[in-house]
């Protein structure tokens, strides 16, 4: 589905009814990194997996594409769904969105799933290295970035043992425009920290990270349940970053075993 929303043509895919769980995406990827949750989960909950500005079918607009600017996005497709709550998923960059959504508009998350995230704002030199790699990005393409990132996006189990994964992020990122990944880049290079925000969160909240996640290790996850109440933190053996695509059933399995938990 496709529709003008915020200015730019926004595309997402939905399937099944039920409680709505909304699923943001890693970068430099797309919607389509929740093929296998979506499918699993379409037979209890509406699954709806939106691409971000410059990512997937979705447009690009002129100006960076700060977390904030995603929030509104979500914000706006929620709206046009004629969707108050629900439950908001999000994965690297997709978690740094709902942040930027639970900063914004709390009282629409009804539960939250933050996978392989960090709370926390990027160092200087982190900021740095990610404006530096938009401006390679503009300069060379999505193919440099891709051949960058792919062995940090994916763990080394997954990379010696499951060689049909790795080249499907790889088509991904190819197909994300380099002006999309750019602004992405220089959106979350200029992301507020999260971390005062933690304390505060009282809805149901899960937490899963890959143990081989080398981009946001496992103590990033172990810190953020400790300042979450009541938060839940689950480690997929043998998954990298993109732990929903390299273990897509203990992955999936942890997610239906919250679902199910959850009452709104």
Same mark, same amino acid.
């Given at each position: 589905?496709? /529709? +003008? =929303? ?14 709505p769980v909304v699923l943001l995406h890693a970068f430099p990827v797309n919607r389509? *990194? ?6 699993? $989960? ?6 709806? %997996? ?7 079918? +979705? ?7 700060? *977390?904030?600017? =995603? ?6 497709? $929620?709206?046009?769904? /004629?969707?108050? !709550? ?12 709902? #942040?930027? #959504? ?36 503009? /300069? ?11 062995? /940090? ?8 043992n499951k060689p049909e994964v790795v080249a499907a992020v790889r088509a991904m ?7 999309? @990944?750019? !602004?992405? =880049?220089?959106? *979350? ?7 005062? =925000?933690?304390? +505060? ?5 899960? @937490? $899963?990270?890959g143990e081989e996640d080398t981009l946001t290790p496992p103590a990033e996850s ?28 203990? #992955? %999936?399995? %942890? ?5 199910? +938990?959850?009452? #709104?």
């Amino acid at each position: 589905m496709k /529709k +003008s =929303l915020g200015g730019i043509e926004l595309a997402w895919e939905e399937a099944g009814q039920g409680l709505p769980v909304v699923l943001l995406h890693a970068f430099p990827v797309n919607r389509g *990194m929740w093929a296998a949750e979506r499918q699993a $989960l379409a037979a209890r909950y509406r699954v709806i %997996t939106p691409d971000f500005r410059g990512h997937g079918e +979705s447009g690009l607009a002129e100006e960076d594409s700060t *977390m904030e600017r =995603l929030a509104e996005d979500v914000r706006g497709l $929620l709206d046009e769904l /004629k969707l108050e !709550r629900v439950a908001l998923g999000g994965l690297s960059m997709g978690g740094y969105a709902a #942040f930027a #959504f639970l900063r914004r508009h709390a009282g629409r998350v009804a539960a939250l799933i933050l996978a392989d995230t960090r709370a926390g704002a990027d160092t200087e030199e982190g900021r740095k290295a990610r404006h530096d790699s938009a401006a390679l990005a503009e /300069k060379k393409g999505a193919g440099i970035i891709a051949e960058r990132l792919l062995p /940090k996006l994916l763990g080394a189990t997954t990379q010696a043992n499951k060689p049909e994964v790795v080249a499907a992020v790889r088509a991904m990122i190819l197909s994300t425009p380099p002006a999309g @990944i750019a !602004r992405a =880049l220089r959106g *979350m290079a200029a992301r507020p920290d999260s971390t005062p =925000l933690l304390g +505060s969160i009282r809805v149901p909240t899960l @937490i $899963l990270v890959g143990e081989e996640d080398t981009l946001t290790p496992p103590a990033e996850s172990e810190a953020m349940a400790k300042a979450i109440p009541g938060a839940a933190l689950v480690k997929i053996p043998a998954a990298g970053h993109l732990s929903n695509l390299e273990q897509p059933a203990a #992955f %999936t399995r %942890t997610l239906e075993e919250f679902l199910g +938990s959850l009452r #709104f």
